[in-house]
Each structure stands twice: as C-alpha cells, then as structure tokens.
C-alpha cells in the first residue's frame, strides 16, 4: 500500500522530472499511451500509476531505471545505485530542504541545462 508521504513525495518528482525534460502533460501522455488526466491525477496526488507506467515514465523522462518506482515503493530503496540518482530525485531524497528550497534548485537545474542545450553553446 502506497502511503500518503510516498504519493506527496511521487508527484513532486513527476512534475519536476516532467517539467526538466521539457514535457508537458499532453505530449508525456502520448508518447507513453494514457490520457492526459491520467499524469494530470498522477501529478496531483488524486491516483498512481502501474508499475509499468511508472517504468514508461522513467525511460521517456531520461530517468534511471527504478528512479520513480522506489518512491511508490516498487523496489526496495536499495536497489537504485546511488551513484546514478538524478539532481530531480536527490532533490525529492532530502528530507533537509523545504518545499521552496526544492522549488527554486529544480529551477535552477532546468535553467542550467537550456543553457547548455542552447545552440551555439561552445562547451
């Protein structure tokens, strides 16, 4: 049974996850087969996805394989290697940040790769 904690904690991962990838609800809906009101409820706490849904999303977020499932507590939390965690899900892993705090690093961390992807970009 998901607990309230791991829905709060899944659903600000997806939208940041979703929102770094550059993604919105509709095209993330399509290009993984379900509605739109299906990641719109996901993101909002109102449902969760399957196992396999929560994969689909990992793979087409450029997440690691089990990066959303162990906040759902599909796999033991030791399966990840914490070597591979994303800036998205260490930011969600530390229990030391404020809802703010997260907010404004995942901004940061969006800013930071546009900039980087930004044609002309000589690094």
Sequence with gaps: MVTDEQKAVFRRALRRA????????????????VSRSAVWQWEEGRSI?????VAALERELGLQPGGLSRL???LPADAVDR???S????????RKLG????ELLAAM???????????????
Aim: hydrophobic share 25%; net charge negative; charged share 30%.
């Design 18 to 33: 979703r929102e770094a990838a550059g993604q919105s609800q509709s095209g993330l809906s399509q290009t993984i087969g």
């Design 49 to 53: 996805p399957t196992e396999e849904n």
């Design 72 to 74: 759902l507590g599909y």
């Design 83 to 85: 070597e591979t965690i």
């Design 87 to 94: 800036v998205i899900e260490a930011l969600e892993a530390d």
């Design 99 to 102: 809802e703010r705090e997260r």
């Design 109 to 123: 961390y969006r800013q930071l790769v546009k900039q980087r992807e930004a044609p002309g970009d000589g690094t």
